[in-house]
């Protein structure tokens, strides 16, 4: 349901129903201790205050079922992160609406 093509994180419809419904921007922060990216809709206040420095991003439309990207181009040249493309193991939190992404 996740995998990550051209620096780009592609995220299944089913998902972004689940997580981000009618949201246009994800907060995103890369946790290096836990090699983890997390992603929360634009809505959560909480990451902001748990996070120094959330990164805000673009969830764009890929198609007419509901498929979303996130560019993350960014988080990976910043942190040295191997840019092939690849399927992606991933957490839903569903209470706070968080997703924990390995890369």
């Known amino acids: 349901m996740l995998h990550l093509k051209s620096e780009h994180l592609y995220?299944?419809?089913q998902l972004v129903e689940q997580v981000f419904s009618n949201v246009g921007y994800v907060y995103a922060a890369y946790n290096k201790e836990?090699?983890?990216l997390l992603i929360t809709p634009i809505t959560?206040?909480?990451f902001?205050?748990?996070n120094k420095k959330p990164s805000q991003f673009l969830l764009k439309s890929r198609n007419l079922i509901g498929d979303k990207t996130?560019?993350?181009r960014e988080?990976?040249?910043d942190n040295d992160l191997p840019i092939q493309d690849r399927?992606?193991?991933y957490e839903l939190i569903e209470k706070t609406e968080l997703l924990k992404?390995?890369?």
Do not use: R, T
């Open 48 to 50: 902001v205050k748990m």
């Open 87 to 89: 399927d992606l193991d």
């Open 101 to 103: 992404i390995k890369l």
């Open 75 to 77: 988080i990976l040249i």
């Open 70 to 72: 996130v560019a993350i």
């Open 44 to 46: 959560s206040q909480w």
């Open 34 to 36: 836990q090699k983890q």
């Open 11 to 13: 995220i299944n419809h």
